[in-house]
Every structure is written in structure tokens, then in C-alpha cells.
């Protein structure tokens, strides 16, 4: 498989704002060497990192499923490879990158199959901690959960910013259940998945069409009738394709379409 190196793509120059990022890394470099901070990478600087990593994979420099090459950032950005290996952690946490044992770290790719294994589970979880939260409503917690909405239902700015969104109203939800245990599973086992969906490159139409499908989910955790998992399949049809095919609904048939 191809290795990717930031500065570097198919031997033609970097682009501008590229350029621009690697030489705000190296003056953050600079001035934390100079100010004689003690050893360790200070957070300034790898955050700079994984800031101007986040953005090339998000902006499509990194294709899904290409790997990353440590030392050859290192050497673009001019800086030691610490820092470049603190901030792939980072996005590694971030769901962004996949790490392959002997072999390294690859921009997230999630199969078909492997999304709908993920979404299938979703519909028994989230289901669970939507009655969880619905029994424990409080009113300081349904405003958050309002502002969410009506932020993603206002949004318009850049795609990671509603992948955010997106994934904070659900979190929000999965935290007003109550149950640690629960909101754990699901942060693990959707990282990915929403990191996928970041690196979807798809219209703003889509994009905002996708994001004013969260009220329904807003009134039926409010108190409002309804059968959880019914309504989170249905949430999940709007982005996804038989996100039902790996579970209990599709297999007994159980459910009309």
C-alpha cells in the first residue's frame, strides 16, 4: 500500500495551507525549546500536530485505509518524531486512526458490513439508555440536549463540526442514562463509526438534511410516546442503509420495511 507523508503528494509541491501549518509547528518548536520548558512534549505543540494531522485526513490528503508514515512527518514538519507519535495517539483516541500491530496506523475504514454490525448494536443500546434517560429527565439536562438540537439544526460550518454535534447530542443522552457501564460501551464502540462518518465526503444538503432528523429523538426522550428502538432505527435510516441487518429485527423478519 502507498505511504502517505504530510508536504508530500505525487511529488508535486505542498499545497499553501499546508505549508502555512508546518511552519506554525515548527515556530510553536521554536519557541518552547527557546523557553526552556522542561522534557516531555509540551501539549502547545503536539496539539498543533494533531490539529494539522486531524485537518489533512479530514480534507481527504489521507485517504480511508492509507497508512501513516511517523517518520516521514517528522521529517516535513522538521520536528522530532514524539510529537508526531503523541498526536497519531491522540487521533488513534479520536477514532480517526486504526493501528495495526507490526504494521502501523491507517486513516479509518469501516466495511459496509462492519457499520451496520455496529449500528445493529446501537439500536439495542441506544434504546436502553433513551428509557434510562427518559425516567431520569431533568429540565437542566433537557435544555442541553435543546441547544443541540437547535444548534445542528442551525449549523453551518465545517463537516467536523457536525460530526461533533452529532456525536455530542447522542453522548449527551447516553450520560443522562445513568448507567457508566453503558455510556462506556457505547463511546467504544461508536469512536469509530463517527470518525467514519467525518471522513464521508458528502454535500452540505446531505450533511444538514442529516442533522434535522435529531428532534424526533429530543421529544421522544422528553417524555413523548413511542418505541425506542423503532425510533432510533428510524433515526439511523436517514444516514444508513439496513442499519438493522445484523440484528434480531431483520432476522425473524419482525419488522416491515
Not at 505525487?10 to 527557546?34: H, L
Not at 508514515?69 to 514538519?77: G, P, Q, T, W
Amino acid at each position: 500500500m502507498e505511504e502517505a507523508a504530510i508536504g508530500q503528494t505525487g511529488g508535486r509541491a505542498s499545497p499553501k495551507p499546508y505549508r502555512e501549518g508546518a511552519r506554525a509547528i515548527r515556530d510553536v518548536d521554536v519557541d518552547i525549546r527557546e523557553s526552556g520548558l522542561g522534557e516531555g512534549t509540551p501539549s502547545t505543540l503536539r496539539t498543533h500536530v494533531m490539529k494539522e494531522l486531524r485537518a489533512q485526513i479530514l480534507s481527504g490528503r489521507y485517504r480511508p485505509g492509507e497508512r501513516i508514515n511517523e517518520s516521514k512527518i517528522a521529517r516535513e514538519l522538521n520536528i522530532s518524531r514524539i510529537p508526531v507519535r503523541e498526536a497519531l495517539s491522540q487521533l488513534q483516541e479520536q477514532g480517526l486512526l486504526t493501528s495495526h500491530e507490526r504494521r502501523g496506523m491507517f486513516v479509518t475504514k469501516l466495511s459496509d458490513d462492519e457499520v451496520q454490525q455496529i449500528n445493529s448494536l446501537r439500536l439495542v443500546l441506544e434504546a436502553e439508555a433513551i428509557r434510562l434517560a427518559r425516567a431520569r429527565m431533568t429540565p437542566a439536562i433537557l435544555a442541553d440536549l435543546t441547544d443541540l438540537v437547535e444548534q445542528m439544526e442551525n449549523w453551518d460550518g465545517p463537516l467536523i463540526d457536525a460530526v461533533a454535534l452529532d456525536r455530542k447530542f447522542h453522548a449527551a443522552i447516553w450520560r443522562a442514562a445513568g448507567n457508566p457501564c453503558l455510556e462506556r460501551v457505547l463511546i467504544s464502540l461508536t469512536t469509530s463509526l463517527f470518525a467514519h462518518r467525518a471522513l464521508e465526503h458528502v454535500s452540505m444538503e446531505i450533511r444538514r438534511w442529516r442533522l434535522n432528523h435529531h428532534r424526533a429523538l429530543l421529544n421522544l426522550v422528553a417524555g413523548g410516546d413511542g418505541d425506542p428502538v423503532l425510533a432510533m432505527l428510524e433515526h439511523l435510516r436517514m444516514g444508513y442503509t439496513e442499519p438493522e441487518r445484523y440484528s434480531s429485527l431483520a432476522v425473524t423478519g419482525a419488522l416491515s420495511t
